[in-house]
């Protein structure tokens, strides 16, 4: 027969035994549920993000200040929000106190884009400092196959060559990249735009060698994408200045 204070003590250990299991198992599954809340939680920011990228994109301004109001994190909040007052009223940051601390994984790179754009419009910019950052953007996107942000990054690249002008083989060669990636409307806007720059390039260089009708089909290409009439407008503009330069030149 078992002794009294033997069986006692066996079930005290089996309770806290039994409350121990129950306390781990609350824990494990609070611990699931939060890994959950925080990946949904994840998840839907980064469509919120997809959203923000967009609008901007397509230059929907009251879409994006709207859309804007909810992403997080509050730094690159932030940087969009200098960026949408700059496409509202011109203004322009002082970039050199911006920076990219506590930003990570995609967040990073889509930060590092849009402050290369608040520090390109700065007087005296560092030129190395804004192309390094869209290679390191480009390069991290392409690791991730984010291809809504590669195209992002493709379009500023090219625009930084043509307006420096001095690398027409590095030009050429994302130029071909961004041709390849290319998926909407403005992308492919882009992409013609950014021909026709290149051919602006090559006719500085050798003024006989403008090609008229390629040239045309660039920006007939061009305007059908035009999603925007603010694409329009840039384009009618450029094909102006881009025949003015030509006749210089001849």
């Known amino acids: 027969m078992i002794p009294l204070a033997d069986l006692s ?6 309770e806290l035994l039994f409350k121990t299991f129950l306390l781990n198992r609350s824990l494990f599954l609070g611990l699931i549920i939060f890994l959950l809340v925080k990946g949904l939680k994840g998840q839907e920011n980064s469509m919120l993000l997809d959203k923000v990228i967009s609008t901007h994109k397509e230059l ?14 509050q730094k690159l909040k932030q940087f969009f929000q200098y ?3 700059f496409l509202k009223k011109g203004e322009r940051v002082d970039a050199s106190f911006l920076n990219l601390n ?8 889509v930060g590092m884009y849009i ?5 390109s419009r700065v007087r005296n910019k560092p030129d190395s400092t804004v192309f390094n950052f869209y290679k390191r953007a480009f390069k991290l996107a392409r690791i991730q196959k984010d291809t ?3 195209n992002e990054v493709l379009e500023r690249i090219n625009r930084f060559l043509f307006i420096n002008g001095s690398q027409q083989n590095t030009f050429d060669h994302y130029l071909k990249l961004f041709q390849d990636t290319a998926k909407d409307s403005v992308d492919n806007f882009y992409v013609n735009y950014h021909q026709i720059g290149y051919e602006f390039l090559q006719v500085e260089d050798n003024p006989t060698s403008i090609d008229s ?3 045309e089909k660039l920006f007939s290409r061009a305007s059908k994408y035009a999603s925007n009439p603010f ?13 003015s330069a030509c006749m210089k030149n001849q």
Do not use: C, H, W
């Open 213 to 215: 009708i390629k040239i």
């Open 231 to 243: 694409f329009q407008a840039s384009l009618n503009g450029y094909k102006s200045i881009f025949y």
């Open 83 to 85: 960026e949408l007052e």
């Open 102 to 109: 506590g930003l990570d994984g995609r967040n990073r790179y």
């Open 115 to 119: 402050l290369a754009d608040l520090v």
């Open 9 to 14: 003590e066996d079930i005290v250990i089996q």
């Open 148 to 150: 809504l942000i590669i």
């Open 60 to 73: 929907q301004i009251d879409s994006m200040e709207i859309i804007l109001t909810e992403l997080e994190p």
